[in-house]
């Protein structure tokens, strides 16, 4: 199994970047799919999830209406396109896969069996 992030980088506030995450290894069409990130010296949070089924999103509060999680099957590829970027956005941003083997919050670490590497983003004001 491999979840592979990109288009991380260097950005200044009010840019745009998306994020890529291409998968292998597992029935990508089956898993749900998130965003989390993890700034330095903090926890890893919730950013973006969005369903196995019908595609539904959910947001943290903190990137509603800036961000947006998408995804498609035929490439299985989730992606995360951020706009109005803004300098409390720097973390390093991880891509996860929830095949359902836990039962647990969308925005839980352990509902996620599998991870990316991450990618680093970094926006200066």
């Known amino acids: 199994v491999q979840l592979v992030e990109s288009g991380g980088g260097l950005a200044q506030a009010g840019d745009s970047l998306r994020l890529s995450c291409a998968a292998s290894g597992f029935t990508f069409s089956r898993a749900a799919m998130a965003w989390f990130r993890q700034a330095p010296g903090q926890d890893r949070e919730f950013v973006a999830h969005i369903s196995r089924n019908d595609g539904s999103t959910d947001y943290a509060d903190s990137v509603k209406g800036r961000f947006t999680i998408s995804r498609d099957n035929a490439k299985n590829t989730v992606y995360l396109q951020m706009n109005s970027l803004k300098p409390e956005d720097t973390a390093d941003y991880y891509c996860?896969?929830?095949?359902?083997?836990?039962?647990?919050?969308?925005?839980?670490?352990?509902?996620?069996?599998?991870w990316g590497q991450g990618t680093q983003v970094t926006i200066s004001s």
């Open positions: 996860a896969a929830d095949l359902g083997t836990v039962v647990a919050s969308r925005d839980a670490l352990h509902a996620y069996d599998y």
